[in-house]
């Protein structure tokens, strides 16, 4: 059984359509990047994974079961924007996770969070912009999930904290577990990529192997990207 299977998946707003005919399997232990220009649907597909939004047509299949209580178990999401509450300090959304999420390692987190020479006892409010992001990805990486599906996690960030986000998503998902990329900054990621989807105007226009892409285009996936969307 796949890890995640979409089947003849689309979405529609306002009788507009958002998504096409989206087919799609994501295998386990892999990283997967979910690459297209902002507006292509990345975002949109992975609400609907984490069934944040209802399809209009197809079907979504998370382990052989539809996207719901039990999906929301072994997902680990880190949406596109920031959600944590400014007046918490660190300690306290630790806290939270904690006891909202029975596959979190407090112990995993706080060790990160000592690499990051963070006191715990800072509220949010204090943070820069790239501290909360590496916050937020600590929050989503310190569970044991199955899947990890990262929304835009290196936009407005520096290069350096780049950098550490990636380095952080390579050391700290589980075994067998696969992990989900948006983005559209390709050159910052492909080289963690095991598998390359390639999203435009809401629809699938190209599934590879990461290696077997570049090999058969003899380009980066950032060369391809941009061919691509002549970017």
Do not use: W
């Not at 297209?36 to 597909?45: D, F, I, M, R, S």
């Not at 780049?162 to 900054?185: K, M, P, Q």
């Not at 999203?199 to 990461?210: D, F, H």
């Amino acid at each position: 059984m796949e890890l995640l299977e979409c089947k003849h998946l689309g979405k529609e707003f306002d009788h507009k359509p958002i998504l096409k005919d989206i087919n799609l399997t994501i295998p386990r232990g892999k990283i997967v990047g979910l690459l297209g220009k902002n507006g292509a649907g990345k975002t949109t597909l992975i609400k609907l994974i984490n069934d944040l939004l209802t399809p209009t047509s197809g079907e979504i299949r998370i382990e052989g079961e539809k996207p719901g209580v039990s999906s929301k178990k072994i997902i680990s999401y880190l949406p596109e924007r920031t959600y944590l509450e400014k007046n918490m300090t660190i300690k306290e959304v630790i806290h939270y996770f904690e006891e909202f999420y029975e596959n979190f390692h407090t112990e995993k987190a706080l060790q990160l969070l000592q690499d990051l020479d963070l006191d715990c006892n800072k509220k949010i409010s204090q943070m820069s912009k790239g501290m909360q992001e590496k916050l937020q990805l600590i929050l989503v990486m310190s569970r044991e999930a199955k899947l990890y599906i990262l929304d835009e996690p290196l936009g407005g960030v520096d290069p350096a904290t780049r950098d550490y986000i990636l380095d952080t998503i390579l050391s700290n998902f589980s075994e067998g577990a696969s992990v989900i990329i948006s983005t559209h900054l390709i050159s910052d990621i492909e080289r963690i990529l095991d598998e390359v989807i390639l999203m435009k105007e809401g629809e699938i226009v190209l599934t590879s192997s990461a290696d077997e892409l570049r090999n058969k285009e003899k380009q980066s996936i950032d060369e391809i990207f941009r061919r691509y969307f002549k970017c």
